[in-house]
């Protein structure tokens, strides 16, 4: 079909940087260009005859425009006056559009997406044909131009995500005006006063902004489907009652300003039949409990309505309208906050919900039989179930009946005071985590099913007497009852077949974990365990297990171990080699009493090593054979004191794509012998190495293609004088351009930087450096196009460095 359309599309449609084989003819009229990795510059020469385009696409492959595109944009711009549609996502070198973009008066659909527009030029008024404006997430772009609003023919203006502080006051003049997307402006606190005036506005986005009220006339916008937000202010709801085909999602906001319950009733949100999501909030205490309640009672929506929120609410109980089975489209429904309530509503009369959270309810006491509601099989379709934040709950009154037949994810968080059982039947869980129940003592429900499992040491006494059959995940957090749990898996002496993940942090108890218990491991996590001695992993004797056991290796599809602070670790499995044979990553961080690899290496499939803070295991790097480590790819390490020249000459094996380089704080210098072998060596990161003078006098590895350094004062001054650095003395002064090869990334931490410009050094500072970018005839139009430049400028505030990118 594809090829089909290419055919019929002919000469008339063409893109730049396709591999097509067609010249650009004069009967183009549509052109895209596929930015490829390093540009098509000279494929914009073709375009300048083209004077009848109509579309113009600049197609988003995650590259910048270098300085060199966008030149050549602003150069293509004002020929193209015939153009209907401009789109040029990521528009990054300029701040500001040319004026010459008032030539293209036939213009209808302008794309700007992520540009660095701080503001239109005032021109913009000339495109008076413009029926789409898209500026979103242009994140330096604070205010419109006043110009804007002499665009009658505008129809849909989105401004997601800039950093707008006001609309001007002429937006009221777009009068064709039918999308205004504001969503995610920060700094928006006030819309224009007459809003109203839009009356043909249908989508009005304001949601994660910082308004404060709504305009005057709201309610003259009859014609508005989409309201996302309405900001309440004294009976400022009734306007609502006006906007009779609002759709989709609602959120009402400030409901402890309203003044009479009869202007919520106004509101009309019962004969609103085509809302979807209805967001309701309060903020604040409140006087007055019973004035809340009867205006939640009055804000009931139409039974349509299938995700309700109800947030902040001080009134004493629910109205009936919550929890009524009338309610059948109901499938996710939040009460969180609501701190004055003492019950719960019947919630299990709504036949469709699905997902249930109860959060910071802090008057209840007892989740009773009234939470069932009256019906045979309540919460017959709830699926996901979160009770957190409920200091004063003490227990949970299970129904008899078959409630929650099909609950896959329990999840119960910060309830302090929860004492009694949790639901012993629950058939089709999968998901339990329990967190920060410090008196419950209950057992875990008693289902096949359960995957997934999370524990914490403040749910110490929940009673785990052994794993669930069907567990694939195991989370725990300071869990020490894990300890004996794990012993008396051991001791039953038949391994977990379906146990794949297993994360442990924070258990002091935990001397060593029986790894050949668990053949179906993947992922095996563990840190902050300070006792922990061994990973016990080994071959059994036969007359310990049956035939089938037997043709089980031991942790067959680990690919992941990852061993973080466990300060008594000594040794790693015995045959890791043999008995981990899918091995991929393995990091070992802050575990200083390892002394060794096991016998026979590290398993042959490792791809990701990292070793930080192990000084009795670094201390013997040169037994590691990590040349036997055919595939081994990315390499971490650090976090040592007695090393002054790395790597050494056989350390690391020539697979290598990535090396960091961590926190050696006596490391002077790196060895070339030990890099000059790495042939596929394309990033390397060296950070916080305070006594590093230099690069190898013969040069890196010549297919580096990223290299950042921060952290490294000895290498960020020149003569004696800090932040004055010269980059020429990271590489030989003979063969600067040769070391670096097809360098495409280059990020230093300094404040002084040397440009290699075509075997020569250009010492600039930051600020000339942006001004001989800016001027697009200098010397960096010279520079091998693919050499990138990025500056970490410290912060004074963190001592952090953040990183621009100049181009």
Same mark, same amino acid.
């Given at each position: 079909m594809n090829d089909l359309a290419k055919l019929v599309s002919g000469e008339f449609c063409y893109t730049l940087g396709d591999a097509n084989g067609l010249k650009l003819a004069k009967k183009t009229r549509h052109l895209s260009y596929i930015r490829a990795k390093h540009g098509n510059l000279k494929e914009f020469e073709g375009t300048y005859e083209t004077k009848f385009l109509r579309t113009f696409l600049l197609m988003e492959q995650s590259q910048e425009l270098d300085h060199n595109e966008n030149a050549a944009m602003h150069d293509l711009l004002p020929t193209l006056r015939r153009l209907r549609v401009l789109s040029l996502p990521q528009y990054s070198y300029v701040q500001e559009l040319p004026d010459s973009i008032g030539n293209l008066k036939h213009l209808r659909y302008l794309n700007l997406f992520q540009a660095s527009l701080k503001n239109l030029p005032r021109i913009i008024h000339a495109l008076y044909n413009l029926q789409t404006l898209i500026l979103r997430e242009c994140k330096d772009l604070v205010e419109l131009p006043n110009s804007i609003g002499k665009l009658k023919h505008l129809q849909h203006l989105d401004l997601f995500g800039t950093s707008i502080i006001k609309l001007p006051n002429c937006v009221i003049g777009l009068r064709n005006l039918e999308t205004l997307i504001l969503c995610q402006c920060k700094d928006l606190t006030v819309l224009p006063t007459n809003m109203g005036s839009l009356i043909n506005l249908h989508h009005l986005d304001i949601r994660e902004t910082n308004l404060k009220e709504m305009p005057l006339q709201m309610g003259n916008l009859k014609n508005l489907r989409i309201l996302t937000r309405f900001i309440n202010t004294g009976s400022r709801i009734k306007e609502l009652g006006e906007l009779q085909h609002l759709r989709g999602t609602l959120e009402i906001w400030n409901l402890q300003n309203v003044v009479d319950a009869l202007d919520a009733l106004t509101a009309n949100l019962k004969g609103k039949k085509h809302l979807e999501d209805l967001q309701l909030r309060w903020h604040g205490d409140t006087d007055d409990a019973f004035h809340e309640r009867d205006v939640l009672e009055q804000l009931q929506p139409h039974t349509n309505v299938e995700y309700i929120s109800i947030i902040g609410y001080g009134g004493p109980t629910f109205p009936e309208w919550v929890g009524d089975s009338s309610f059948s489209n109901v499938v996710s429904l939040t009460l969180s906050e609501c701190k004055r309530?003492?019950?719960?509503?019947?919630? =299990?009369?709504?036949?469709?919900?699905?997902?249930?959270?109860?959060?910071?309810?802090? =008057? @209840? @006491? @007892? $989740?009773?039989?009234?939470? !069932?509601?009256?019906?045979?099989?309540?919460?017959?379709?709830?699926?996901?179930?979160?009770?957190?934040?409920?200091?004063?709950?003490?227990?949970?009154?299970?129904?008899?009946?078959?409630?929650?037949?099909?609950?896959?994810?329990?999840?119960?968080?910060?309830?302090?005071?929860?004492?009694?059982?949790?639901?012993?039947?629950?058939?089709?869980?999968?998901? &339990?985590?329990?967190?920060?129940?410090?008196?419950?003592?209950?057992?875990?429900?008693?289902?096949?099913?359960?995957?997934?499992?999370?524990?914490?040491?403040?749910?110490?006494?929940?009673?785990?007497?052994?794993?669930?059959?069907?567990?694939?995940?195991?989370?725990?957090?300071?869990?020490?009852?894990?300890?004996?749990? &794990?012993?008396?898996?051991?001791?039953?002496?038949?391994?977990?077949?379906?146990?794949?993940?297993?994360?442990?942090?924070?258990?002091?108890?935990?001397?060593?974990?029986?790894?050949?218990m668990f053949s179906k491991l993947k992922s095996f996590q563990i840190s902050e365990c300070p006792n922990l001695e061994s990973l016990d992993a080994y071959e059994r004797s036969p007359e310990n297990f049956t035939r089938s056991c037997l043709k089980i290796s031991v942790c067959p599809d680990l690919t992941l171990l990852r061993l973080w602070n466990c300060s008594n670790v000594r040794s790693l499995p015995r045959c890791m080699h043999s008995l981990l044979p899918?091995?991929? $990553?393995?990091?070992?961080?802050?575990?200083?009493?390892? @002394?060794?690899?096991?016998?026979?290496?590290?398993?042959?499939?490792?791809?990701?090593?990292?070793?930080?803070?192990?000084?009795?295991?670094?201390?013997?790097?040169?037994?590691?054979?990590?040349?036997?480590?055919?595939?081994?790819?990315?390499?971490?390490?650090?976090? !040592?004191?007695?090393?002054?020249?790395?790597?050494?000459?056989?350390?690391?094996?020539?697979?290598? $794509?990535?090396?960091?380089?961590?926190?050696?704080?006596?490391?002077?210098?790196?060895?070339?012998?030990?890099?000059?072998?790495?042939?596929?060596?394309t990033q390397m990161r060296i950070s916080h190495c305070p006594d590093l003078q230099s690069m190898p006098e013969e040069g890196l590895p010549s297919s580096l293609s990223s290299l950042i350094i921060s952290q490294c004062p000895l290498l960020e001054r020149s003569g004696g004088r800090q932040y004055d650095t010269s980059f020429s003395s990271c590489f030989p002064p003979t063969k600067r351009l040769s070391a670096v090869g097809d360098l495409v990334h280059l990020v230093v931490s300094l404040l002084v930087i040397s440009v290699i410009l075509q075997h020569k050094i250009f010492t600039v500072t930051i600020l000339e450096l942006c001004k001989l970018i800016r001027r697009r005839n200098h010397i960096l139009q010279k520079a091998n196009p693919l050499i990138r430049i990025h500056v970490c400028v410290r912060r004074v505030s963190d001592q952090r460095p953040s990183t621009r990118n100049l181009h």
């Open positions: 309530c003492s019950s719960l509503p019947p919630l =299990g009369q709504l036949p469709s919900l699905k997902y249930l959270l109860v959060q910071a309810l802090c =008057g @209840v @006491v @007892v $989740i009773g039989t009234e939470f !069932y509601g009256s019906c045979m099989n309540p919460f017959r379709n709830l699926e996901e179930f979160r009770f957190e934040r409920m200091p004063h709950l003490q227990e949970w009154i299970c129904s008899e009946g078959g409630a929650f037949p099909v609950l896959r994810e329990l999840y119960i968080k910060q309830c302090p005071n929860m004492s009694k059982a949790l639901p012993s039947h629950l058939p089709s869980l999968t998901t &339990l985590e329990i967190e920060g129940c410090q008196q419950l003592a209950a057992a875990l429900p008693t289902t096949p099913s359960i995957c997934r499992l999370k524990l914490d040491d403040d749910s110490r006494d929940v009673l785990v007497t052994k794993l669930p059959s069907g567990l694939h995940g195991l989370r725990v957090d300071g869990f020490n009852p894990i300890s004996s749990l &794990l012993e008396g898996t051991e001791r039953m002496g038949v391994p977990s077949t379906n146990l794949e993940d297993i994360e442990i942090r924070n258990c002091g108890s935990l001397v060593s974990f029986p790894l050949q899918s091995l991929e $990553i393995l990091q070992l961080v802050n575990c200083p009493e390892l @002394v060794s690899f096991p016998e026979g290496g590290l398993p042959t499939k490792l791809q990701s090593l990292q070793i930080r803070n192990c000084r009795k295991l670094i201390a013997g790097r040169m037994e590691w054979n990590l040349q036997a480590l055919q595939c081994l790819s990315h390499f971490s390490f650090g976090e !040592y004191e007695d090393i002054e020249s790395f790597p050494e000459k056989t350390l690391l094996p020539t697979t290598l $794509i990535t090396l960091g380089i961590w926190d050696l704080q006596n490391l002077k210098s790196l060895d070339y012998e030990g890099l000059q072998h790495l042939t596929s060596l």
